[in-house]
């Protein structure tokens, strides 16, 4: 989505960032444009960080998705965070 970045809440990061050190292996819902169906990929989180002021969460194969295009993480839904 080419819209301003929105932060999300901390105790979803926490999450997030919790799955980055275990190294646990991870399934990500997310919408990368308005009104379109989610899309899932899995894989192992290695990285979270900030690029332009906006941040990402990237997997050990390379994917990276913008954290505020998530919609859950193994079924921890980021709404359920706000």
Not at 3 to 12: H, L, R, V
Not at 37 to 57: A, Q
Request: proline share 5%; aromatic share 10%.
């Amino acid at each position: 989505m080419a819209t301003d970045y929105q932060p999300i809440n901390c105790s979803f990061y926490d999450e997030l960032e919790a799955l980055a050190t275990t190294r646990q292996r991870c399934t990500l819902v997310y919408r990368t444009e308005p009104d379109t169906p989610p899309s899932t990929y899995s894989g192992v989180i290695t990285d979270l960080f900030l690029r332009d002021k906006v941040e990402y969460l990237r997997l050990e194969d390379g994917f990276e998705v913008r954290l505020d295009n998530l919609l859950a993480v193994d079924d921890k839904e980021l709404r359920d965070y706000c």
